[in-house]
């Protein structure tokens, strides 16, 4: 597509109850990541994929979080047990380069914002 | 590990008014810097960028000059536009390790605000 889309753009879930976030990266981008943007902050990294290799999972926060990606096409997150500190705007970014061509930076999703009450 | 380190808004600008954003950061190899703007209600931008020391990164009127004695990427722009209000984000992605992936480690955010 022409740029990163991310579905539902909003979504409010009761404390408790599991969600699933979709990331439809640029085609042909080799690259995904999964960033959270919590209220008046910067963003965390959460997970990365980079084509078929085993995802860089190190940002994730909990077991409760998972994310999943076929080959080179859609990413779902899935927040297993809804907390309140969940709440946030969960950002996808696609990039077209392997790792080490940095230089050409993300492509960025309008982002799902979360709301857990 | 990684830092990004920028002024805390917001910043409040009359219209044509100098605008400076201040960004330092920490790294432990050789990044390159990036300025990301986000306008309300749409995702992150890519504004600038800079990959190597002295590196000035450009685009609509704003620049950002690559410091590597100061550590630091300060964004500026001559002439602010109220079209201009947005939350500005300072990013550093470092030399990548054992080919895991380059992301980015962001600053805070600065939100702009513009008044005609």
């Known amino acids: 597509g022409a740029g990163v889309s991310q579905s539902p753009s909003n979504k409010v879930t009761e404390k408790g109850k599991d969600v699933e976030l979709r990331c439809d990266p640029i085609s042909g981008h080799t690259a995904l990541y999964w960033y959270r943007q919590r209220l008046g902050q910067g963003l965390e990294f959460l997970i990365y994929?980079?084509?078929?290799?085993?995802?860089?999972k190190s940002g994730l926060p909990s077991d409760r979080f998972s994310a999943e990606r076929t080959g080179e096409s859609v990413s779902t997150l899935t927040i297993q047990r809804t907390q309140q500190e969940d709440s946030a705007v969960y950002l996808c970014a696609s990039s077209p380069r392997p790792p080490k061509e940095v230089r050409y930076g993300y492509t960025f999703g309008s982002g799902t914002r979360l709301t857990v009450v | 590990g990684d830092s990004v380190t920028q002024m805390e808004g917001p910043v409040t600008l009359s219209e044509e008014a100098f605008l400076t954003i201040n960004c330092t950061y920490t790294a432990t190899g050789y990044p390159s810097l990036f300025w990301y703007v986000q306008y309300p209600g749409e995702g992150l931008q890519l504004l600038l960028k800079a990959t190597k020391a002295d590196d000035k990164g450009s685009n609509k009127g704003f620049e950002a000059t690559y410091r590597k004695e100061t550590t630091s990427f300060h964004l500026e722009k001559g002439s602010v536009q109220v079209s201009d209000s947005a939350v500005y984000f300072c990013a550093l992605s470092d030399e990548p390790q054992n080919n895991a992936g380059n992301m980015l480690t962001f600053g805070g955010g600065t939100r702009l605000m513009v008044k005609p």
């Open positions: 994929f980079q084509g078929n290799s085993a995802p860089d």
